[in-house]
């Protein structure tokens, strides 16, 4: 049923013409420049980027992240140098492209892994301006421009932390209002905020 309901989820939601993020398409800079509100969308957007969901794939350590907690993944898990694992433990071992009924069952979205040796994307007691130009920086984050970054933020598995599956807390702040967020950075110039704490 959690499958299902992902599986219809996503293919209504790319198929809606509510969906305000054109793959393949321009959204930088589209609005005209203001760095106040596209540093202060990045701050909101920090809050969902350090919440579980995304920091279990996007903290210290060469393995991936279990809960709330954070705890280190069982099985001895490891990255792996493309990000899928090791030989004999694969993400794709356990993971599928959707997460499977009840709970304490491995969750899943397609592309399921974490980011590679070559582009850890560790963000982990970063401050939001040091996460945001690691954001915009290509050569830490997949080579991506930063309207490929708002394409990445809308995939199934960035997703994925909004439906989580049975016994994961999803993340609080609507998705709807975090593409919002991620667009409104992006097409008002994709400024940093000033430093402040890291978290």
Partial sequence: MVAFSLTSYLASRDASAENNFPQNSDVSETAKRD????????EFLSKVLHHPRCMNCHSSGDFPRQGDDGH?????????????????????????????????????????????VAMPMIWEGL?????????????????????????HMS?????????PGEGRTPIPI??????????????????????????
Avoid: Y
């Fill in 174 to 199: 609507a998705e709807s209002e975090f593409l919002a967020k991620v667009k409104e950075w992006a097409s008002k110039g994709a400024a940093c905020p000033g430093n402040a704490r890291a978290r």
């Fill in 35 to 42: 760095d106040a509100a596209a540093a202060g969308a990045f």
């Fill in 127 to 151: 401050t939001d301006r040091q996460l945001c130009e690691m954001f915009k920086d290509p050569k830490q984050n997949g080579g991506r421009n930063v309207d490929q970054i708002v394409e």
């Fill in 155 to 163: 995939t199934p598995l960035v997703l994925w932390g909004w439906h």
């Fill in 72 to 116: 280190q993944h069982t099985m001895n898990v490891r990255r792996g140098v493309d990000g899928h694992g090791v030989a004999g433990v694969k993400c794709s071992s356990c993971h599928q492209d959707h997460n499977l009924t009840g709970t304490h069952v491995p969750p899943g979205a397609p592309g399921w892994h974490l980011p590679s």
